[in-house]
């Protein structure tokens, strides 16, 4: 069981708001006197419902630029009140809550391919609201402003949405394949919903996530969907000498990812042909190596091809051999991992 909730590909830890914080509305920006500078660079505002952040940076010539690394490093301080841990170089990172445990590779390169999918949730409500250049245009300060309660409950409507479209989804019925086929929009929606989660964890929102119904029934479908993924079943077959030899290999490389290799009733085929060319050259034996597959559905439908070359050296011929071989097998593994949910 430990195996199948690995497989499920899109549970991560650190995604969040440095990179996804929108430049705000109604931005002031002014340059005065230093006996007109603003009141809250020094002691930032107070407002009932309203969290702020200040930031400030020097120029070094270049005001424009610092005028975009100040609004940064105000959002960066007002969301290191949100239970944030902030680096030296303003990249943020969420304090992992739970068990954010092991992920194999082929967790690592579905989970990019999905979440580079996944559209850039703003933190709804953050805005920056001031800039001021001080008179000698040596340093850029700058005032974000959230609306707390507005950005919680726009969270929340976006959370439910999101909800709803999952549970009416469901898993599908038919085919193992037929299903995943289903359920692959769904993979996106997840990665959305855990965003929003995390945002709204940062607002101490959490328990009231939690309590509700919908919640929870989508956390039962979430782990449907990673029994789904864990059921899928992989044949290979071997097309010539090379791939032959490189068969077993290829099968523990894919199956230590979190896929199944099975020859028995299997969901998808995969046929390979592999070429490798021993060479010698000053004292150092390279071989090049060249493959080629097809994936298929059972009914030897062809879904998508794959290929690959390589290389690899050494001063002993058996050890170059077997690098070509190691290698070539990683790299097939993650060109099938990137690209298996995407084209089934």
Same mark, same amino acid.
């Given at each position: 069981?430990?195996?199948?909730?690995?497989?499920?590909?899109?549970?991560?830890?650190?995604? !969040?708001?440095?990179?996804?914080?929108?430049?705000?509305?109604?931005?002031?920006?002014?340059?005065?006197?230093?006996?007109?500078?603003?009141?809250?660079?020094?002691?930032?505002?107070?407002?009932?419902?309203?969290?702020?952040?200040?930031?400030?940076?020097?120029?070094?010539?270049?005001?424009?630029?610092?005028?975009?690394?100040?609004?940064?490093?105000?959002?960066?301080?007002?969301?290191?009140?949100?239970?944030?841990?902030?680096?030296?170089?303003?990249?943020?990172?969420?304090?992992?809550?739970? #068990?954010?445990?092991?992920?194999?590779?082929?967790?690592?390169?579905?989970?990019?391919?999905?979440? %580079?999918?996944?559209?850039?949730?703003?933190?709804?409500?953050?805005?920056?609201?001031?800039?001021?250049?001080?008179?000698?245009?040596?340093?850029?300060?700058?005032?974000?402003?959230?609306?707390?309660?507005?950005?919680?409950?726009?969270?929340?409507?976006?959370?439910?949405?999101?909800?709803?479209?999952?549970?009416?989804?469901?898993?599908?019925?038919?085919?193992?394949?037929?299903?995943?086929?289903?359920?692959?929009? %769904?993979?996106?929606?997840?990665?959305?919903?855990?965003?929003?989660?995390?945002?709204?964890?940062?607002?101490?929102?959490?328990?009231?996530?939690?309590?509700?119904?919908?919640?929870?029934?989508? #956390?039962?479908?979430?782990?449907?969907?990673?029994? !789904?993924?864990?059921?899928?079943?992989?044949?290979?077959?071997?097309?010539? #000498?090379?791939?032959?030899?490189?068969?077993?290999?290829?099968?523990?490389?894919?199956?230590?990812?979190?896929?199944?290799?099975?020859?028995?009733?299997?969901?998808?085929?995969?046929?390979?042909?592999?070429?490798?060319?021993?060479?010698?050259?000053?004292?150092?034996?390279?071989?090049?190596?060249?493959?080629?597959?097809?994936?298929?559905?059972?009914?030897?439908?062809?879904?998508?091809?794959?290929?690959?070359?390589?290389?690899?050296?050494?001063?002993?011929?058996?050890?170059? %051999?077997?690098?070509?071989?190691?290698?070539?097998?990683?790299?097939?593994?993650?060109? !099938?991992?990137?690209?298996?949910?995407?084209?089934?």
């Amino acid at each position: 069981m430990f195996r199948h909730k690995n497989i499920f590909l899109l549970i991560s830890v650190i995604f !969040l708001f440095s990179a996804c914080m929108g430049s705000g509305t109604g931005v002031k920006t002014s340059q005065s006197s230093e006996n007109s500078r603003p009141g809250w660079t020094t002691a930032p505002p107070r407002h009932a419902g309203y969290i702020f952040g200040v930031g400030s940076v020097e120029t070094y010539g270049n005001t424009r630029t610092a005028i975009q690394r100040a609004h940064e490093s105000a959002r960066v301080d007002l969301l290191s009140q949100l239970r944030v841990t902030v680096s030296g170089d303003m990249q943020t990172s969420v304090r992992a809550e739970g #068990d954010e445990s092991r992920f194999t590779s082929i967790q690592k390169i579905v989970q990019q391919q999905t979440s %580079s999918r996944v559209e850039e949730i703003e933190m709804t409500g953050m805005e920056i609201t001031e800039t001021w250049v001080n008179p000698s245009e040596t340093e850029v300060w700058a005032l974000a402003r959230m609306n707390r309660a507005k950005t919680e409950s726009e969270l929340i409507f976006a959370l439910e949405d999101i909800e709803d479209k999952l549970l009416q989804r469901g898993t599908g019925s038919g085919t193992t394949l037929s299903r995943i086929r289903h359920i692959f929009p %769904s993979l996106k929606e997840l990665e959305e919903r855990r965003h929003l989660i995390h945002q709204l964890n940062f607002l101490s929102a959490g328990q009231k996530i939690s309590e509700r119904k919908n919640s929870r029934q989508v #956390d039962a479908l979430q782990t449907e969907i990673q029994d !789904l993924l864990a059921s899928l079943t992989i044949r290979l077959e071997p097309e010539n #000498d090379d791939a032959i030899q490189m068969k077993g290999i290829l099968a523990q490389t894919l199956t230590s990812m979190g896929f199944n290799i099975h020859d028995q009733n299997p969901d998808l085929l995969i046929s390979l042909s592999i070429t490798m060319t021993p060479v010698q050259r000053n004292q150092l034996h390279h071989v090049v190596s060249q493959a080629r597959g097809q994936v298929k559905n059972p009914q030897g439908r062809i879904l998508y091809a794959l290929q690959e070359s390589g290389r690899s050296s050494s001063s002993d011929a058996a050890i170059a %051999s077997n690098k070509a071989v190691e290698d070539m097998a990683r790299k097939l593994a993650d060109i !099938l991992a990137a690209g298996l949910f995407q084209n089934i």
